[in-house]
């Protein structure tokens, strides 16, 4: 299947209100136009300086988001254009990025990245972890950042059941923030959740933004890229 047919037919299933964020990591411009031709608009790259290169080469009326792990000393290279960071997962991490948007004079906005699943995994904050953050001193003068919501990544397994759970966690953890941190707050409202082979999981359990690569562009090839 091409790429304009997959995205067709995930268009077909999703609602209107979840977004599809098509994960174009790895994968060359060409592709992207692809997408682009039929109308995408929204990417999701995972490594700073390739975002920036096709946030470069490609149309500049394309949104960005950046969905991988963010080191501090890359946050230059998506700065001054990235649509939301999903990968918030320190209070360190959240004040570099505001200073650099103060710098770029934007307000830049973003999602914690929570833990949900139930395998070891290297990224993400726990609901306690994000309710210190929220609560600090320190946080309520990041004036260039805004808090959207949440995102997190669940177990590659076949049980559907486990991924279930995961997500049904997610949104419980969006909901108590919500209710708690942000409830005068409309920018609060997303739950970043679902890939490939567990979006219409996703979906049911109140995804709106949803995070698809391989149905799109097929199988990466990471023994092309450096
Ligand atoms: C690569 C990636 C995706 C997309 O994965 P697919 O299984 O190809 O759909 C989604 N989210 C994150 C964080 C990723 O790194």
Redesign the pocket.
């Known amino acids: 299947m091409n790429i304009q047919q997959s995205i067709e037919n995930i268009r077909k299933e999703i609602p209107e209100n979840v977004t599809l964020i098509a ?1 174009s ?1 790895t994968k060359p411009n060409e592709d992207l136009m692809q997408a682009y031709d039929c109308g995408q608009r929204v990417f ?1 790259e ?1 490594k700073a300086q390739e975002m920036k290169q096709k946030h470069v080469d490609l149309p500049k009326d394309i949104l960005w988001h950046f ?2 792990h963010l080191q501090e000393n890359k946050i230059k290279y998506i700065i001054d254009y990235v649509t939301m960071i ?2 918030i997962d320190s209070l360190k991490l959240l004040k570099e990025v505001n200073k650099h948007a103060v710098k770029v004079n934007r307000i830049v906005d973003c999602l914690f990245e929570i833990d949900i699943n139930n395998e070891e995994s290297k990224f993400g904050l726990s609901e306690n972890e994000v309710r210190d953050i929220l609560n600090s001193e320190e946080f309520k003068e990041l004036n260039n950042v805004r808090i959207c919501g949440v995102m997190g ?1 669940g177990s590659i397994t076949d049980d559907r059941e486990i991924t279930r759970e995961e997500f049904k966690n997610l949104k419980n953890i969006f909901t108590s923030l919500k209710n708690d941190f942000f409830e005068d707050k409309p920018y609060f409202k997303e739950i970043s959740m679902g ?3 567990d ?1 219409d999981i996703a979906i049911q359990e109140g995804a709106t933004l949803i ?5 799109i562009f097929g199988a ?1 090839d990471y023994t092309k890229v450096g």
């Not at 995070?211 to 149905?215: A, D, L, V």
């Open positions: 994960v990591k999701g995972n969905i991988g999903h990968s990544i890939m490939t082979h979006y995070r698809i690569g391989s149905k990466r």
